[in-house]
């Protein structure tokens, strides 16, 4: 039987997955509650909701790894306390019994706060909110007997990430001719993860037994600040310099604590409002893997966007 790549999920990482395994010449098998998904030959995309431990057994069968890359109903701690401990416990049974590796995209947020290049070897230990939902996930994995693969990255850009710093509001926003507003400060350095890296790393990392029970950074060039990564994204589109604001770490904590939505963005707004920068080098020199270049993955992430639909846009 031909080993099959299991994705959940086909949100900007699980569909970079599923897309470079497929273009690889790998079975994949994409499990999503809507069955969407990217379209390829070597693509099944099915329908399943993977919180159903119930339904995995069949789901898994023949796979050789799990990536496993859904997220929470809402982008605040309460919905993902609820819902992703539990989902991942049944994937990491499921994966178990299949013989499979699971492997997962991770955040730097079990770090907490941190001074300095955030690097493997530092505390995975923070204990409030979003932060520590994500710290109790990465102990419920080095407990598994399942064995795992966490390739943590920092905040996205790239094709497909859309609900992202990089995302919606800044390149569609430029691309408008329309004034942008970042969260804390233009100008401090800030690390920024292009997803079809952090895609390759964890392709490579499932083939790798020896990285097997490791926790990876996402290969990632060196930081730039707000302010650069605008004008870098204005000067791929041959597009003027933007009008940008920056809204300070303070306000965006005044208007937290009368918004819901607002107040999860700012439990993680010291990330930037002073330096927040990844160093993957370890991981890369592990991995055998470098970051695309930077003026490369800005190229294509803006061409992502003009070729979307205007009204998505």
Not at 118 to 147: F, M, W, Y
């Amino acid at each position: 039987m031909t080993p099959i790549h299991v994705v959940t999920g086909a949100g900007p990482v699980g569909s970079t997955v599923a897309t470079q395994l497929a273009e690889q010449h790998h079975r994949v098998r994409l499990l999503t509650r809507s069955g969407n998904g990217p379209e390829h030959p070597l693509i099944e995309r099915r329908r399943l909701d993977v919180s159903r431990p119930d339904a995995l057994d069949e789901a898994f069968d023949g796979a050789v790894a799990v990536h496993h890359c859904i997220h929470a109903s809402r982008y605040d701690a309460a919905a993902w306390r609820a819902e992703l401990p539990a989902t991942e416990q049944g994937v990491l049974a499921a994966a178990g019994r299949a013989g499979a590796v699971a492997v997962f995209p991770e955040s730097l947020y079990a770090y907490g706060e941190v001074d300095g290049p955030i690097t493997e070897d530092l505390p995975r230990t923070a204990t409030r909110g979003k932060q520590g939902v994500r710290a109790a996930l990465l102990r419920a994995r080095e407990a598994s007997t399942t064995p795992t693969v966490s390739v943590a990255a920092s905040d996205f850009f790239g094709p497909r990430v859309i609900t992202a710093h990089a995302g919606e509001r800044m390149v569609p926003t430029l691309l408008a001719g329309k004034r942008l507003w970042v969260i804390g400060s233009q100008d401090q350095p800030h690390s920024f993860t292009y997803v079809p890296d952090l895609a390759a790393a964890m392709i490579r990392a499932a083939a790798t037994p020896d990285l097997w029970d490791s926790f990876l950074h996402a290969p990632t060039g060196p930081p730039v600040t707000q302010r650069e990564l605008v004008e870098a994204f204005a000067a791929a589109a041959g597009a003027p310099s933007p009008r940008a604001s920056a809204a300070p770490g303070w306000l965006v904590r005044a208007l937290g604590s009368v918004h819901r939505d607002t107040r999860e963005v700012a439990e993680l707004a010291h990330q930037f409002t002073g330096p927040w920068v990844l160093d993957s080098s370890r991981s890369e020199r592990r991995l055998g893997l470098q970051p695309t270049p930077f003026a490369d993955a800005v190229r294509a992430t803006v061409a992502w966007w003009r070729d979307r639909e205007p009204t998505a846009a």
